[in-house]
């Protein structure tokens, strides 16, 4: 068969992007454009959270031909360069951000990313130590975990909170789009939406995972277990004279110490879930539950049954 050929009027495709291009800068009061990218990259940043998976658990996540007489040396090449990444990222956030808010000397803006980077740095061992908790959570509270070491390999509820331990602090420190893509990352890989605003104790797991959903503003405790497809969501969200939403304000749950919440269930709203309750699976919940308690879906009654034609 002989090559097959044709023109596809790019001189006009491109002449068109070019104008909703113009009519987006425009509208965003962007009439020029600085050169190089000015936002983060999220390439970059799936490299960046490679390294640190790796120097945070180097003998399991790391190189396969690390030895453990090199464990120190690989961690801490790996750290430079991934810090190193990771400075030039909070560097274009915290420029960009400044665009359209107070002016600040280029020379400050530098000097608070090489603090951000020496603060989250210094937080890696207790993000390392919160990460083992929840791997010990996963193994004791799934019966078909063999080891330690397949939870942390193989577990997405695992790859999802090694995302979201580092995610958060980096959210803490001021780079919050930085923080979202790499909770993102996780979302696209394991189904497991975690904003990274979310403040979540040690001990947490995430059973199989899928379609979980926690909202920026949750607190949860220490030793929580969720089941896939539960959501930790807003009912609401409250407005300002505009009508836009007020962002940052507390909306969603706050999950106290040793709950379990099943498969599908739902809960909306700034609602306190006690310690100790449990929330069976499909159920909707938008009130305070006390301590201890038990929530199931309501069972019909017999005549119900018989009017809907069950029986």
């Keep these: 068969m002989g090559e097959l050929t044709a023109t596809f009027d790019l001189q006009q495709i491109v002449g068109e992007l070019a104008d909703v291009r113009q009519r987006w800068r425009t509208q965003q009061q962007r009439s020029t454009e600085p050169g190089g990218r000015e936002l983060p990259s999220r390439e970059e940043l ?3 959270v490679e390294g640190l998976r ?3 658990f180097p003998m399991r996540l790391g190189p ?3 030895r453990q007489e090199s464990e120190d040396f690989y961690v801490g090449h790996t750290l430079d360069t991934v810090l190193h990444a990771l400075l030039h990222q909070v560097r274009l956030e915290l420029h960009y951000a400044q665009r359209n808010g107070d002016k600040a000397a280029a020379e400050v803006l530098d000097a608070q990313a090489i603090r951000i980077v020496r603060e989250f740095g210094h937080a890696l061992p207790s993000i390392r130590s919160l990460l083992d ?6 193994f004791e509270g799934d019966p078909a975990a063999r080891s330690v070491d397949e939870v942390l390999l193989a577990y997405p509820g695992i790859e999802a909170m090694i995302h979201h331990r580092v995610a958060h602090r980096l959210y803490a420190l001021g780079v919050p789009l930085l923080a979202r893509l790499v909770a993102e990352l996780a979302h696209g890989k394991t189904g497991i939406d975690i904003h990274p605003g979310a403040t979540i104790g040690p001990g947490f797991f995430i059973d199989h995972g899928t379609g979980v ?7 949860i405790g220490q030793r929580v277990r969720v089941y896939q497809a539960v959501t930790l969501g807003a009912k609401s969200f409250p407005t300002d004279a505009a009508g836009h939403p007020i962002k940052g304000q ?3 749950p706050t999950v106290e110490d040793d709950v379990v919440i099943y498969a599908g269930a739902t809960v909306l709203g700034r609602v306190t879930i006690g310690r100790g309750a449990s929330i069976g699976g499909n159920v909707w919940v938008t009130h305070d539950v006390p301590p201890g308690a038990h929530v199931t879906q309501a069972r019909p009654r017999k005549e119900e049954l018989m009017e809907g034609g069950w029986l």
């Design 54 to 56: 790796g120097a945070l």
């Design 133 to 138: 908790s929840d791997v010990m959570a996963a």
């Design 213 to 219: 959903v926690i909202g920026e503003t949750a607190v």
């Design 64 to 66: 396969p031909d690390l």
């Design 250 to 252: 507390p909306r969603h």
């Design 46 to 48: 799936t490299r960046i």
